[in-house]
């Protein structure tokens, strides 16, 4: 074994054992929470070793860059069922490198963007080349800090009526970034996005937004006593020099 792929387990090991641990302080199960390793800062070779350690489930920055992992794994003959999604600022003209290929667009930050992939995937599903609406998040600036991007509570609310009318997108849930370095501001912006949320869906019988996309290296923990369905972990999981508090 390499002594990367003996970290990586090692690590992986610690994340599930803390999420674990956070999860029952909060009364929670595993049931509805996915552990995603966001591999943006590494290559398709500690990706492959990412897998070995169990993980199945990883999130991109670029559309480039997932592209490139997406066709280093199929070279490498990878065989396991394995997912990305796109976690990044999605600029409207690369939207087609990743319609169909990230199977979840978690920065859906306005309703331009919104209406761009949907208009983009309705094309592509008139002609064969995309199945069912492309899966999306909506990304929300819940902390209001200015140098976040994401959809202003306020804003958002506005915009349901339009998101809701968009037939080339499936919106899944709401996604959010906490301030760095500020726990408890961390903890109230998870549990912003959560009541947000709680609202939208008692605003809309009809809609269901079961996925709550928040929690980094630093702050999965609170995320997941605060109802995170998906936790975006980077240098927790990959980065040797990463140090868990
Ligand atoms: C990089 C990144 C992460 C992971 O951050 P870490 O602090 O390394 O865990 C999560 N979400 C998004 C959107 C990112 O860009």
Redesign the pocket.
């Known amino acids: 074994m390499t002594e990367y792929l003996d970290l990586i387990r090692r690590r992986r090991e610690e994340i599930i054992s803390r999420a674990d641990a956070a999860l029952t302080r909060a009364g929670r199960s595993w049931s509805d929470v996915k552990v995603m390793a ?1 591999s ?1 800062t590494v290559g398709v070779e500690q990706v492959l070793d990412a897998i070995r350690a169990g993980y199945r489930f990883f ?1 991109e ?1 670029r559309p480039q860059e997932l592209v490139r992992k997406l066709e280093g794994l199929e070279a490498a003959g990878v065989s396991e069922d394995v997912r990305f999604d796109m ?2 600022n999605l600029q409207t003209n690369k939207i087609n490198a990743v319609l169909g290929r990230a199977a979840c667009i ?2 859906i930050s306005s309703l331009h963007l919104a209406e761009a992939v949907s208009s983009r995937a309705e094309r592509r599903m008139g002609e064969g080349l995309l199945a069912a609406p492309q899966p999306v998040l909506l990304e929300v600036n819940v902390s209001g800090e200015a140098s976040k991007s994401g959809f202003a509570p306020d804003d958002l609310r506005a915009s349901m009526d339009a998101l809701r009318e968009l037939r080339g997108i499936h919106i899944e849930g709401l996604m959010t ?1 906490a301030p760095r370095g500020d726990k408890g501001r961390a903890r109230e912006t998870f549990a912003g996005l959560r009541t947000l949320r709680d609202e939208l869906e008692a605003t809309y019988a009809d809609m269901s937004l079961p996925e709550l996309s928040c929690g ?3 702050d999965f923990e609170i995320a997941l006593e605060e109802g995170s369905t998906l936790v ?5 999981v990959f980065d040797p020099a990463f140090e868990l508090e």
């Open positions: 966001v943006k999130g920055n976690i990044g978690h920065s970034m980094m290296s630093e975006r972990l980077g240098r927790v």
